[in-house]
Nanobody, 118 residues
Framework: QRQLVESGGGLVQPGGSLRLSCAAS????????MGWYRQAPGKQREMVAT???????DYAPSVKGRFTISRDNAKNTVYRQVNGLKPEDTDVYYC????????????WGQGTQVTVSS
């Protein structure tokens, strides 16, 4: 069994910072891409940031310059550091990890609520 566990969400004031983490556990042979997605009620899930195994990153235009995605391959963990949070960043954030075990499959975290409000 493989699972992802997210942590680090919560209520933050505008302009504040937040760090989310997502750790993969279980029987894992390898991990390729890791990423963060967001989803508002009634809307489709959309990409926020992704990072490949060698460390190549990609960001949605709305977060470029404020969000930093990183990963610790030894810990099977992906991070998302956010600075200068805005109210429009409020959403549920999900991590996504492509894991190679008995097959190659994408796994989703349970979702973490981030609320930016004064």
């Amino acid at each position: 069994q493989r699972q992802l566990v997210e942590s680090g969400g919560g209520l933050v004031q505008p302009g504040g910072s937040l760090r989310l983490s997502c750790a993969a556990s279980g029987s894992i042979f390898g991990i390729s891409a890791m990423g963060w997605y967001r989803q508002a009620p009634g809307k489709q899930r959309e990409m926020v940031a992704t990072i490949t195994s060698p460390g190549n990153t990609d960001y949605a235009p709305s977060v470029k310059g404020r969000f930093t995605i990183s990963r610790d391959n030894a810990k099977n963990t992906v991070y998302r550091q956010v600075n200068g949070l805005k109210p429009e960043d409020t959403d549920v954030y999900y991590c996504n990890v492509i894991i190679t075990a008995t097959a190659i499959r994408a796994y989703w975290g349970q979702g973490t609520q981030v609320t930016v409000s004064s």
